[in-house]
């Protein structure tokens, strides 16, 4: 999934990594961190971090690697997903080497 950090700006802080989901689906899950979705109430946000009450942008990854709301920027990814993002997402295999999108 891609990761952004909406707390301080429009466009902040983001990663591409593996989440897991409760089993509800109601609750994300990354490295310690939980989001729930804000329903509709969030403002370019649309999970918040449980714990800190932050707004985060959480989405499934695009082929085009145009994750963010304001479209491409270079995002690191992480290593236990890496191959698979270049591979099954983007389709470029050649560049499953890459540490950012």
Do not use: C
């Amino acid at each position: 999934m891609y990761i952004e950090d909406k707390s301080d700006q429009l466009v902040g802080p983001a990663r591409i990594g593996l989440v897991t989901f409760s089993k509800t689906g109601r609750t994300i899950y990354y490295q310690g961190k939980s989001f729930r979705n804000l329903s509709g109430n969030g403002i370019k946000a649309n999970y918040f971090g449980v714990d800190t009450g932050d707004h985060y942008w959480i989405s499934g990854p695009k082929r085009n690697g145009e994750d963010g709301l304001y479209g491409y920027r270079p995002t690191p990814i992480d290593e236990n997903v890496r191959q698979e993002y270049w591979t099954l997402i983007r389709r470029q295999p050649e560049k499953r080497n890459r540490k950012t999108s």
